[in-house]
């Protein structure tokens, strides 16, 4: 299956420890618009309706966390996934984040997102790929003047991407080129809603 779509590969990190959750937030049940699934499927949904695959990057021994979201979503949407294991991941978020980079090494675009992230609209997706597709080097939704996710990034990242250390992921090159970041007008809020404690799951 070729996980690019015109040279874009749509990445989702799912390899956190969720510490702060107090246990595994990624199979936490969460019920939305009537469908309860665990977080990380809802999470995955919308990039299976926008790009129709998705590479997802999981830390080691997560096999039976990638059979729980296969059974959830189904055998036609698990089937458009990757699975990537990160032997790193213990490293933070760079290190996934690169990984994801490095398994879609022949993209010309990598746009980056968060398994925790439920909300996330399809439109907002759709508007950042859109972007890089126009061109854009960085591209990222914006809600009320800030900005959110997911992130687009434009194949000339690669060697900084690559090299990432941290769990900042790659906060510093958009605060570094922000005159560069392309920036995609919503109102849904869902593009600032991770999940990292179970009060977060209020706002939801």
Known sequence: MRFHVNGIAAIVLAAGASRRFGSDK??????????????????????????GHATVVVRPTAEAFCREIETALGATRSAAI????????????????????????DAAAWLIGLADMPAVPSAAIAGVRNALLAGAGLAAPQCDGRRGHPVGFASHYCKELLELQGDAGARHLLERDISNVVHIKTRDDGVFADIDIPGDLQHL
């Open 26 to 51: 990624l199979l936490h049940p969460v019920t939305r618009h009537g469908v309860t699934l665990p977080l990380a499927a809802h999470s995955l949904l919308p990039w299976l309706e926008t790009f």
């Open 82 to 105: 990757r699975w990537v294991v990160c032997e790193d991941a213990v490293q933070g978020m760079a290190a996934s984040l690169a990984c994801g980079v490095r398994a879609n090494r």
